[in-house]
DNA sequence: AAAGATTGAGTTCTCAATCTTC
DNA sequence: GAAGATTGAGAACTCAATCTTT
């Protein structure tokens, strides 16, 4: 364990140094840039949000082309009334249904409806595009697979953190 | 180069290959989670937001604690109107305040106020103290420095694509 | 007319309380 | 009681319209 300097039980401060400060402010940047040109270029093209897009990805790649709620809370990593919320809506909308499910009688699956498929595969072409030409033009195959390392370790460091804090 | 079938105009879509759509698919998971922690660690220890805590780094790291509305908005990628809206709530809630602008009559300065250094240095050790043990604490110094690089030379692209497509 | 900024209406998200089934 | 899910009220955000100064 490090030597730290805990006087009567204040967390000691570690701060960042110039380089994590710079790498973390260029982080943040980044991905406000990145989310706010996504944003514009799915509203524009496909009149669609991300949130819809995310919710659209994990139900039609999820085995069996269903998952129920708190399954999408826990990819989504939104606040679980977030999810019904917007589930009402996308389902207002006709992009998502309920269906019983016959083992646990507290939920139902949430699927894509054909409308939600055909939206999504609608706004796809346009949205993987510019991530493409936003982000992976201008990396080198190593930094990508890189990233993926990077991202991965990250996740499950705060995944890990997550669950032994609450 | 690829060969792709270009059918009559509609651009060709070059899809993510499998170590670019799972890099994509860590890094958005990664950010869900990571802002998820950082925000319930900030609204739990500082009862502040990311949003506002952002702004308040902004204002007090700039030259002479002051900004424009727009410079704010340029730092954060916010809609202009939301930037408006928060700065309104901010200052109702006495963390800001503006101040004339004696070259552009069109708008004012905005300042943080002594309530609101306060509360940013408040927030800040507990803040920094989650970005490095969730974030930095699983990175190498090499990764770090490429986590610069790498973003930094993501967020100028889309800068420079935001720029071009409007 | 363009740039900087605000406003208000409507939409989306959060927080706490609630409800049902396990 | 815990887990899964919803609800409603209030807070925050978006979009379009507007206003003022340059």
């Given at each position: 364990m490090d030597h730290v300097?805990?006087?009567?039980g204040a967390a000691p401060v570690r701060w960042l140094d110039e380089t994590e400060h710079r790498a973390w402010r260029a982080y943040v940047t980044m991905h406000g840039r990145l989310t706010a040109a996504l944003?514009?270029?799915l509203q524009a093209d496909a009149g669609m949000s991300i949130a819809d897009y995310e919710v659209l990805v994990h139900l039609t790649e999820a085995p069996g082309g269903r998952l129920?709620?708190?399954e999408l809370q826990r990819r989504l990593q939104w606040e679980q009334s977030r999810v019904s919320h917007h589930l009402v809506r996308m389902q207002r909308?006709?992009?998502v249904d309920?269906?019983?499910c016959r083992d646990d009688g507290r939920g139902a699956f949430v699927v894509a409806t054909a409308a939600?498929?055909?939206a999504i595969e609608a706004a796809a072409p346009g949205h993987v595009a510019a991530v493409r030409r936003l982000f992976f033009d201008g990396l080198t195959p190593e930094e990508v697979a890189l990233v993926e390392r990077l991202?991965?370790?990250v996740a499950e460091r705060v995944?890990?953190?997550?669950g032994a804090a609450g």
């Amino acid at each position: 364990m490090d030597h730290v300097d805990d006087r009567g039980g204040a967390a000691p401060v570690r701060w960042l140094d110039e380089t994590e400060h710079r790498a973390w402010r260029a982080y943040v940047t980044m991905h406000g840039r990145l989310t706010a040109a996504l944003h514009r270029q799915l509203q524009a093209d496909a009149g669609m949000s991300i949130a819809d897009y995310e919710v659209l990805v994990h139900l039609t790649e999820a085995p069996g082309g269903r998952l129920r709620p708190y399954e999408l809370q826990r990819r989504l990593q939104w606040e679980q009334s977030r999810v019904s919320h917007h589930l009402v809506r996308m389902q207002r909308r006709g992009l998502v249904d309920r269906e019983a499910c016959r083992d646990d009688g507290r939920g139902a699956f949430v699927v894509a409806t054909a409308a939600g498929r055909a939206a999504i595969e609608a706004a796809a072409p346009g949205h993987v595009a510019a991530v493409r030409r936003l982000f992976f033009d201008g990396l080198t195959p190593e930094e990508v697979a890189l990233v993926e390392r990077l991202a991965s370790r990250v996740a499950e460091r705060v995944d890990a953190a997550a669950g032994a804090a609450g």
